[in-house]
């Protein structure tokens, strides 16, 4: 469910955050701020109801949130919009509605873009381009190098979150559309494929490898 968010939020021009469990949200929160927050009832651990609580009750200024839940029953909509959610929607939904929502409710935060804002159309590291549109990387040299559809997608996730250590469980969900049920190890071999494809195999310098954790992107990223 997180992957198909982020991947029809991301080709609509948001900017996304993705975390696994509720106390992800509250670390996420506590580093940097964020215009609107789509929330699960049920996620691990902690349920959404509580999540939703106890944003309400630490801060002043709320985020707006959307709920999004498989139980669809009135008491539990009510119940969701009692503890301080914005809106809620039941699964399942389609992309347009979900658009919709997630527009009208920064609209009402006074927080949308303005319509003619441009979107990110292109994502620069050194010499090398990334076209958004066409799902294409240029080179230095202006050639179009070839990528398969995972080995984008992990590209992709590993700009959008340039110079910072990203473990092999997070870029696998970031990945899940394309890689499926896919493992640790399948991570490694794209990211082997990727290195030899961006001439990165013997220096590693572009995307380093932090022992035990995961990887990062080491090059400052440019969106254009």
């Given amino acids: 469910m997180r992957a198909a968010l982020l991947k029809v939020l991301r080709t609509n021009g948001f900017h996304c955050l993705s975390a696994p469990d509720g106390y992800s949200i509250m670390t996420i929160l506590t580093e940097q701020d964020v215009d609107l927050i789509l929330l699960d009832v049920m996620m691990p651990g902690i349920s959404g109801f509580d999540i939703c609580r106890d944003l309400r009750l630490r801060h002043d200024n709320p985020v707006p949130v959307i709920m999004i839940s498989a139980r669809g029953d009135e008491a539990d909509k009510v119940t969701g919009l009692e503890l301080g959610a914005d809106d809620y929607i039941a699964k399942p939904f389609g992309d347009s509605e979900l658009l919709a929502r997630v527009r009208a409710m920064l609209r009402r935060a006074h927080i949308a873009p303005a319509p003619a804002a441009p979107r990110v159309r ?4 050194g010499d090398w381009a990334v076209d958004l549109p066409q799902r ?21 996730a590993l700009l959008e979150h340039p110079q910072r250590v990203i473990g092999r469980e997070p870029l696998l969900e970031m990945s899940r559309s394309r890689l499926g049920n896919a493992s640790d190890r399948t991570i490694d071999v794209h990211i082997c494929r990727l290195r030899r494809k961006l001439g990165d195999e013997e220096r590693r310098e572009l995307i380093r490898t932090v022992r035990g954790v995961g990887y990062i992107f080491t090059a400052a990223v440019e969106r254009a």
């Fill in 136 to 156: 294409q990387l240029f080179a230095p040299s202006g050639a179009r190098v070839e990528l398969s559809g995972a080995e984008y997608d992990l590209l992709l």
């Fill in 122 to 125: 292109q994502l620069r590291f």
